[in-house]
């Protein structure tokens, strides 16, 4: 059964310092999403991307976030400089007819 | 903009009983409603989904749910649990699926206990 996965399963990073998280979404999904979840809080969305542009955002998707598909299978989410509440599990999915398929997280912890 | 409320962070149940997750939602135009498990340091993974049609949705794991345009809600039962049922429960909406943003709610942890 096709999966989303993400890359890597687990990042530590020192604050200020920019970090890469890696999805490789299903292969004929066209939607792509990451979202975010702080330690014991809920899901939230950060940004969704079709047609190789933004087509929605969070207001917690500021300009240190970024996100890029790079070629025909990945899809990246980039945070410039990271700060202590960065810390977080990122999830990406992807989504289609009407369902989201969602990754198992990169934990990102931000020193 | 939509939002989801789940009441109970925490729901603890003995093995083999009921249980039920409530799921109420607010919304200015029409939603399409999910409910997600997340087992222990695992992803998200989709437990059942309301787009249109019957308001009663069969889902895995023996897990159902029902729709109720007039209350809002879209609470998750399942007749009776397992030990392995153990996780967070997430209720989401969306105002189109697969295309927009899902919004979630905080959360359910469901205890099961021998």
């Known amino acids: 059964e096709p999966e989303v996965t993400q890359t890597p399963s687990h990042q530590v990073t020192q604050m200020g310092q920019e970090v890469i998280l890696r999805c490789v979404p299903i292969s004929n999904h066209l939607y792509f999403y990451w979202y975010r979840q702080i330690l014991g809080q809920k899901v939230e969305f950060l940004v969704s991307?079709?047609?190789?542009?933004?087509?929605?955002k969070s207001e917690i998707f500021d300009d240190q976030f970024s996100v890029e598909r790079p070629d025909g299978s990945n899809f990246t989410l980039k945070i410039r400089s990271t700060k202590l509440e960065d810390s977080a599990m990122y999830f990406c999915?992807?989504?289609?007819?009407?369902?989201?398929?969602f990754g198992p997280g990169t934990r990102l912890t931000v020193l | 903009a939509q939002s989801v409320t789940q009441l109970d962070s925490q729901v603890p149940v003995f093995e083999e009983a009921p249980v039920e997750l409530r799921c109420n939602y607010s919304s200015s135009v029409s939603v399409y409603l999910f409910w997600y498990v997340q087992y222990p340091n695992q992803g998200l993974q989709l437990l059942l989904k309301?787009?249109?049609?019957?308001?009663l949705v069969k889902g895995i794991n023996g897990f159902e749910a029902e729709f109720n345009k007039s209350q809002t809600s879209f609470h998750l039962r399942k007749p009776s649990v397992h030990i392995s049922d153990t996780a967070e429960y997430f209720c989401?909406?969306?105002?189109?699926?697969?295309?927009?943003?899902?919004?979630f709610g905080s959360g359910t942890r469901l205890q099961v206990q021998p």
């Open positions: 999915a992807s989504s289609e007819a009407g369902i989201w398929f």
């Open positions: 991307f079709y047609n190789n542009e933004i087509s929605e």
């Open positions: 309301y787009l249109s049609g019957s308001t």
């Open positions: 989401a909406v969306s105002p189109h699926p697969g295309r927009r943003a899902l919004t």
